[in-house]
């Protein structure tokens, strides 16, 4: 008889330490760290990546860019930024500083208003925020590559 309360408490106790491993994973919100997603493909010369840095469960930091083949970062291009400003009233290093300024003070809770004249850029940001975030939640640090253009 004894034997049998022993097992009965071994697998008791067992069980509740396996409930509470898994109920602390479900709670846990962003996981420190370094999370990017990056487009799939290169649009109109350009791949775009969001970069976040997770510290105490929330984002510190959030960089929103985009690079050609070369390495080469889009708001650095002054001709690009001359003729985007000209054409749609904005440019990279205003609208991804502004996009970014949106997901760091939101901590991806909640939505991202689109400048006027950067609307393809804010579809590719919104499907690359919410890969980043799950990200962090995962606590993945691989890339995750995102698929924009749906």
Known sequence: MKRK?????????????????????????????????????????WKEYITIMVKGGSIVSVEYNAE???????????????????????????????????????QGEGSIDAISGASSSWGSFQKLAAAVMEQAREGDSAIAVVDTTK
């Open 5 to 45: 309360w022993n097992i009965a408490w071994a697998v008791l106790l067992i069980s509740t330490l396996l409930l509470t491993a898994c109920g602390q994973e479900k709670e846990a919100g962003l996981q420190d760290g370094y999370y990017t997603a990056q487009a799939a493909e290169f649009s109109h010369g």
């Open 68 to 106: 050609n083949a070369s390495g080469f970062i889009k708001s650095w291009d002054n001709a690009y930024m001359q003729n985007m400003l000209h054409s749609n009233g904005t440019y990279p290093n205003e609208y991804t500083r502004y996009y970014a300024g949106q997901l760091l003070e939101n």
